[in-house]
């Protein structure tokens, strides 16, 4: 047998060693977790800061922190700012790595597609949104192109925001993100639904709860969905969609892998099996319908699971797949449909006729709007959103008295609502009151100088009371911001 030099044996162990470290530079790249954490909460164009955002992410930051996560946070970013930490992102993912993206503010859907919206957008028109705000298919898009092995968004911004009023009847929520291969997605509420502000901030509080327990991430984000759905009694119930193809969880250092079963403590020997997930099977017809796209493919799943909460989302689809030159009346629409028996099975649902009412306020039943809106103000009479609505609504059928008390109520509630004050200077108008018109678009203007319906309004009213200079002035100020917006007033019989 040939004997083995000690300079061999050094040259062997060099070699292992390297081998070793190689190895462990693998590993460690494939563990590597970076996490982009973005709270926006003061929008000029807002009647106030929002509450929770800033908040939100910075208890996020630290639980991610916890759990091994590199965290860039940002509050308050602007469109610039948010280009930055977005650049800055995508720059730190390795192929291998996991990278999340959270985002707490408003968010606005155009073109079937999820915009994030940062706090000096100018947004006008719907191009806006897409101008100005960042599109989440993007970025999920861009995190896959860099190699990340697991994608995580998570976005609470399925809000009511102050932008959307500008272009369209009623809040569209949030788009279903186009997920790419190994990838999940989380939202506070529905695609399409929006969540009412709460006392507290509830997705998050649950979120955290759920990501601090052991288990894969799809264990925890169904925990976030029931215990938020427990919280507000139904009323706000998120939805995540996943893609993953590995195990990940957020109670390990890395992507998770199976441990050895521990030996049962003497208190958990005679504890049941932990009972299989009913909605698996759902979930996973859902996504394959979703990544489908096709009316059809949207019927089949309806047809076999005509109930439940996906096939509320599945009916949703089908509602926007039909043509727009051929829009589903009231009778028709799925999603009123849905509402009719969630009410049927609880009277004293409040978001359930709030949302009902949006969609006949949206199909131009302004009668049946204000039955829901009625509903909802008996269930909470300082529901100042409600009773806004049911202003409106009362104008646009012509019971004016009542809908001035309407507005008066929500404005003695809140003083600074801007969109109160916007409709009851609609409702002046409509009772010949062009004097106190402008007093109210006057204060709405002065909350949102560039407000295009109080601006129009105003010189509309101006011109009544014969100020044709400084009418025209406004109304060409309006056409500015909006071009269509003499159509849009015309259509309420204003001209």
Request: aromatic share 8%.
């Amino acid at each position: 047998m040939a004997s083995v030099s000690p300079r061999h044996i050094v040259a062997l162990l060099l070699m292992l060693s390297v081998a070793i470290g190689a190895h462990r530079a693998t590993a460690q790249q494939s563990e590597t977790r970076i996490a982009l954490v973005i709270g926006n909460a003061s929008y000029p164009d807002a009647e106030a800061p929002l509450r929770d955002p800033v908040n939100n992410a910075r208890a996020l930051t630290d639980e991610l922190r916890r759990s091994g996560f590199e965290v860039d946070v940002g509050e308050n970013l602007t469109k610039e700012a948010m280009r930055a930490a977005f650049d800055r992102f995508n720059g730190k993912i390795k192929p291998g790595s996991t990278a999340l993206f959270f985002f707490s503010g408003y968010g606005i859907q155009s073109d079937r597609q999820t915009f994030v919206i940062p706090v000096n957008a100018q947004i006008w028109t719907e191009a806006d949104v897409r101008r100005d705000g960042y599109s989440l298919d993007l970025l999920l898009g861009e995190m896959n192109k860099k190699g990340a092995a697991v994608k995580i968004a998570i976005l609470d911004a399925s809000r009511r925001n102050p932008f959307e009023r500008r272009f369209r009847a009623v809040a569209g929520g949030l788009a279903p993100a186009s997920v790419p291969k190994s990838t999940v997605v989380m939202y506070a509420a529905a695609p399409g639904a929006v969540a009412r502000d709460g006392d507290r901030p509830v997705f998050v509080d649950e979120l955290l709860k759920a990501i601090r327990a052991p288990g894969k991430i799809e264990e925890a984000f169904n925990r976030t969905m029931v215990g938020v759905s427990r919280a507000t009694q139904g009323e706000q119930i998120p939805w995540f969609s996943s893609s993953l193809v590995e195990d990940f969880s957020f109670a390990t250092a890395g992507r998770a892998t199976p441990d050895p079963a521990p030996a049962p403590v003497e208190a958990e020997k005679n504890l049941p099996a932990p009972r299989p997930d009913p909605d698996a099977a759902v979930r996973l017809a859902y996504q394959s319908a979703e990544s489908a796209g096709t009316k059809k493919a949207w019927e089949d799943f309806v047809q076999k699971y005509p109930s439940g909460r996906y096939a509320e989302l599945a009916r949703q689809k089908l509602a926007a797949l039909a043509p727009a030159s051929n829009p589903a009346t009231p009778v028709d629409d799925p999603a009123i449909k849905e509402l009719d028996k969630k009410i049927a099975l609880n009277r004293s649902d409040a978001a359930a006729y709030y949302k009902r009412g949006q969609l006949y306020a949206q199909h131009g039943d302004f009668s049946r709007a204000v039955k829901d809106f009625d509903e909802v103000i008996r269930l909470n009479p300082k529901d100042v959103e409600g009773l806004n609505n049911r202003c409106w609504a009362r104008a646009m059928i012509g019971e004016l008295q009542p809908a001035l008390k309407d507005c008066d109520a929500a404005l003695e509630l809140r003083p600074r609502y801007l969109d109160a004050l916007d409709s009851r200077g609609f409702v002046n108008l409509k009772l010949g009151q062009p004097k106190n018109a402008i007093a109210d678009y006057d204060a709405a203007l002065r909350i949102n100088p560039k407000h295009p319906s109080a601006l129009y309004g105003r010189g509309i009213a101006k011109m009544r009371t014969g100020n044709t200079v400084g009418g025209d002035g406004d109304v060409a100020a309006a056409k500015l911001i909006q071009p269509d917006i003499a159509d849009e007033f015309a259509s309420y019989g204003i001209r």
